[in-house]
């Protein structure tokens, strides 16, 4: 079900065009419930972005219409992510931007995963 706001799932979003490999990725993880990739415009040294495979365009949109094994093995698989790139111990941060407030640019719903150097604070604060 479409998230309100959002409007429907556009399938030719360019993230469902990488699902679908029709866009080439730089590809860190796959299995059958997620694809994770190199963001082809990194804001740290480490900059992945982690999609499930089903068509969510939100955070609300995948946990209320995904089946409970699509949202565990997700959330599975960015675990696997941040492991494999030997982020547990030095630390990385998980973030994802649902509409507009928060810049939103890709309606498929994704984690970036950032990490490879002290992160600084959270959010950028306000000019003024
Ligand atoms: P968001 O603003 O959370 O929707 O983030 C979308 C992200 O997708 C941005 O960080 C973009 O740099 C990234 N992006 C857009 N197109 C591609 C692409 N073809 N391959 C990898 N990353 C992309």
Known sequence: MPVKGLGAYDDQNIFARILRGE???????????????????????????????HRSISF???????????????FRAVGAVARELGLEAPGYR?????GED???????FHV????????GPMLARPAG
């Open 60 to 74: 609300a949109d995948f946990t209320a219409n995904a089946s409970q094994a699509e949202i565990a093995g997700f």
């Open 23 to 53: 866009i080439p990725c730089r590809k860190v993880f796959e299995d059958q419930f997620a694809l994770a990739f190199h963001d082809i415009n990194p804001q740290a040294p480490v900059h992945v972005l982690v999609i499930p495979r």
């Open 94 to 98: 998980l973030l994802a931007n649902m």
């Open 102 to 108: 928060s810049g939103q640019e890709v309606p498929h």
């Open 112 to 119: 970036h995963l950032f990490g490879g150097q002290p992160l």
